[in-house]
């Protein structure tokens, strides 16, 4: 069973740069796509950026300019940097599989269980 | 980018009185390719249907898709306490992805 981990600093300073990553295990980082979202305390979800196996990445045109998600097929991980970072960028990220293999245009499954990012000095 | 509305945004049932979460999109789904999570408190999103009307694996048939087109309905019958969370609907057939806002139900 595919087990989702994020990982990265609990705290960043505005105008520094956020970096996470979320391991893999139980499972084959190919041929998948491999997604990351994020929920501000207390409100809903927004979808960051998903990148494929290959390394062909997809972003949020309302954070593209910030973002760059990258893959380490050889450690089963792939990564989030989201530079510029102000208070708005405080949430919880997750990281995420999409269902199918190769499938571009699909849902969510599994989850991983999270990490707590806050933006402040 | 298409905007989904959840209605209502929260609602309070007894335990076996039916759910009815609407999911309403400002543009035709591509495909029908709308899912439905459930998040209870301090735990990450869990897929209950995709593909608008197919069930997760793992996930009680008291759990149902439905709709087409703009208009998508997640329906628990049945509800018991342990589906009090948060559902969410997201679209995943035209990139950026998006997600509605969510409706809280309470049982």
């Known amino acids: 069973q595919v087990r989702l981990v994020e990982s990265g600093p609990g705290l960043v300073r505005p105008s520094e740069t956020l970096s996470l990553t979320c391991i893999m295990s139980?499972?084959?980082?190919?041929?998948?796509?491999w997604t990351w979202i994020r929920q501000p305390p207390g409100k809903g979800l927004e979808w960051i950026g998903s990148?494929?196996?290959?390394?062909?990445?997809d972003y949020n045109p309302s954070l593209k300019s910030r973002v760059v998600i990258s893959v380490d097929t050889s450690k089963n991980q792939f990564s989030l940097t989201l530079n510029s970072v102000t208070a708005a960028d405080t949430a919880l990220y997750y990281c995420?599989?999409?269902?199918?293999?190769?499938?571009?245009?699909?849902?969510?499954?599994?989850w991983g269980q999270g990490t707590l990012v806050t933006v402040s000095s | 980018e298409i905007v989904l509305t959840q209605s209502p945004g929260s609602l309070p049932l007894s335990p076996g009185e039916r759910a009815t979460l609407s999911c309403r999109a400002s543009?035709?789904?591509?495909?029908?390719?709308l899912a439905w999570y459930q998040q209870r408190p301090g735990q990450a999103p869990r897929l209950l249907i995709f593909?608008?009307?197919s069930r997760a694996t793992g996930v009680s048939d008291r759990f149902s898709g439905s709709g087409s087109g703009r208009d998508f309905t997640l329906t628990i019958s049945r509800p018991e306490p342990g589906d009090s969370a948060v559902y969410y609907c997201?679209?995943?057939?035209?990139?950026?992805?998006?997600f509605g806002q969510g409706t809280k139900l309470e049982i």
């Open positions: 995420a599989r999409h269902g199918e293999p190769a499938a571009r245009y699909n849902w969510f499954d599994p």
């Open positions: 543009q035709t789904i591509t495909r029908n390719y």
């Open positions: 997201q679209q995943y057939g035209t990139s950026p992805y998006t």
């Open positions: 990148i494929y196996f290959s390394g062909t990445t």
């Open positions: 593909d608008a009307s």
């Open positions: 139980g499972g084959s980082i190919s041929p998948y796509y």
